[in-house]
């Protein structure tokens, strides 16, 4: 079959806070072909994106994504393989493009599915997918009480896993931190795994965190997760060896915009926990590929999710077949437009686990209607000509 | 002074072909402070660009790059230091941002130069500037006679340096390589300098671009750039182990969008030339980190540009006293609207050489007159409410 169409939806709450919460809007990707609907979601900044896919070429390796999707034909997994490579050499230079083909890809993938009658864990060679422990992923409190309350609410769901990340954490004193930590491991109880997001607040400074792995190890956390920029391996490495007797681990990558940004944080910044944002590392084929070193390196491969179930399910198909990784990035309270897309959810079943739909490609199905109530008119003209205009859903 | 205003404009030729040519469109950054007015240009995709500076926040993380700029204080470099630190944390998931704020960071140092009355490489750190040896940046002829030609025209403007680049190389048969590779040497000449830039076209794959190594060498080629994927750094290591005996060596880093990128290419990739394209990397300030790194690892510095010369004379400042790094590249026949948008050409003097102005700030003075010729009209509108039109010049 032949890609006929491309079409992108921007949607979003009516109004958007600045607080660290992902999923107050969404980009949503529908690609059709061979009488096949197939969905993804691109993370973040819908409407760079667009531009992205639309965009007139400024060179001959500066095209829209566009450029290296439509009229292509999909027949089997390596196709996708194949028009990410046409993709990287095509819009080399145009930096959003990951995030932009990362939806439409993971809707290739979907369509993929539905045509060969397999889901997508099936097409990337797992023979079987494993229910994973979903953390209830949430942000600090502004006051250590109100992370008290937060962490007792999540557990009181019946979460065993917990992470808290953001907020004040890493802005202020010390004791400020270790109060927040207390609270968080107060609410969550004894057992609990709980996991902490910095946020990349020390940037490079390696100092900054090592002055608080003594608190985070107090209350018994799993792991720091980005305590600094993306791509400051260095920092990552340095934290880790100066960590080496400790039992926290470090995490991060959901960054990485292409395999080898992930496989570089595992190789040079010695992450105990290598986490993938489908939706901005191109897509689950690179995704997968970071779960393939993963395994190799002996670290633990989870995704990074803070939207929908669309892009929940395509972020746990990388690691679906591998048993030992098992922790997965759960949003717990998403805003309702990420939560109302989807007439498909992925609850927590009777053990408190996270099982993927065994249905054709992604198994998700998408609320139209619902949609439709969120979603923003655009419009992008250059030159005169009409590039964009939001489609009809 | 304040920063009061950040203007885009969108420059095209009428025509954009689909060549390795990336000076045919440009986005020009216009920043207005304490009645002063600062000039840069963004590299490639204007119109993903502008919408990175505008667009919705999608969440704390993902604001617009205006977000960080307009209405910040500008009175010193750590200003320009502190802004960009904001803009890491506050775009942090908007992929585009450091191709955004590069002009505008640019205008920053141009504003601040002007207000201090020094040139921007004083402002650097840099008590004089060097002159520099352009090499004549051009691309491969479609023919080995095509390459004769342009390589013989080079020379005969004077030029001692030229870089060969995409076009048909590496996608041919190696004796297809091998007889474009000794018509650009033939046309230069034997004493002069030949580079030649494979455009990332062997993706990681080391074996293809080690079976050029003995042709590159037989024709004396200074060095090979980019034959991989920018961030397989893993592949240049390899390459650079396999040829430690030859005097090619490896060049890269043009697609680094962080200091972090360029030092890991030096770092882990083990080149001999790190390229930085200030419009690419967030500016003139991480470009200056990245040439105190080469210095340190012995690793020569050399600007990327294919475009204007208000770009050419940004991209020069952060290495502009390093009289040891003297290869500049210089686009030799640029698209009318790269060279008309400026008043200030950089050409070579009377020794072949290109230097400086030593006016405050950059010293460009822009042709608005012509850049009105260019220029392009764009509107973006989100819910109704427009983002973005193309300002007044």
């Not at 995490?251 to 496989?263: C, I, L, R, T």
């Not at 803070?306 to 048993?323: E, K, N, W, Y």
Request: with cysteine.
């Amino acid at each position: 079959m032949k890609i006929e169409s491309v079409d992108l939806f921007y949607l979003t709450m009516p109004e958007v806070r600045d607080v660290g919460d992902g999923s107050q809007d969404a980009l949503v990707a529908r690609v059709s072909a061979g009488g096949l609907t197939g969905w993804g979601e691109c993370e973040a900044a819908p409407l760079v994106s667009i531009a992205a896919q639309v965009c007139p070429m400024s060179h001959s390796a500066c095209k829209p994504v566009s450029a290296s999707v439509l009229g292509q034909s999909l027949a089997d997994v390596s196709d996708i393989d194949r028009i990410a490579d046409l993709l990287a050499m095509e819009s080399m230079d145009l930096l959003q493009a990951p995030h932009t083909f990362a939806g439409i890809e993971m809707a290739l993938w979907d369509l993929l599915g539905q045509k060969l009658s397999e889901p997508v864990y099936r097409l990337l060679g797992y023979p079987r997918s494993y229910p994973k422990q979903p953390y209830a992923s949430q942000l600090f409190g502004d006051t250590p009480e109100e992370t008290l309350e937060l962490s007792r609410r999540a557990a009181g769901l019946g979460y065993s896993a917990i992470k808290c990340g953001w907020g004040p954490f890493g802005r202020g004193s010390l004791a400020d931190d270790r109060d927040q930590l207390a609270a968080a491991r107060e609410g969550l109880g004894r057992d609990g795994t709980l996991l902490v997001d910095a946020g990349q607040i020390w940037g490079e400074d390696v100092d900054a965190a090592a002055a608080r792995m003594d608190m985070l190890e107090e209350v018994k956390v799993t792991w720091l997760e980005e305590p600094f920029y993306g791509s400051a391996y260095e920092s990552y490495g340095e934290l880790a060896r100066r960590s080496k007797s400790r039992t926290v681990r470090l995490a991060g990558g959901e960054a990485s915009h292409n395999f080898h940004m992930a496989k570089h944080l595992m190789d040079y910044g010695d992450v105990g926990f290598v986490q993938i944002d489908c939706g901005r590392i191109g897509g689950i084929g690179p995704a997968k590929r970071v779960a393939d070193h993963a395994v190799r390196k002996g670290v633990t491969y989870v995704n990074h999710t803070f939207t929908s179930h669309l892009a929940l399910c395509a972020s746990i198909q990388p690691f679906a077949g591998l048993s030992d990784h098992r922790l997965c990035e759960y949003p717990v309270s998403p805003q309702s437009v990420a939560w109302d897309m989807t007439r498909t959810h992925l609850r927590p079943d009777v053990n408190g686990e996270i099982v993927l739909p065994d249905s054709p490609g992604l198994g998700i199905e998408i609320d139209r209607d619902a949609m439709k109530r969120y979603l923003v008119d655009v419009s992008i003209t250059v030159g005169g000509k009409t590039l964009y205009e939001t489609p009809a859903l």
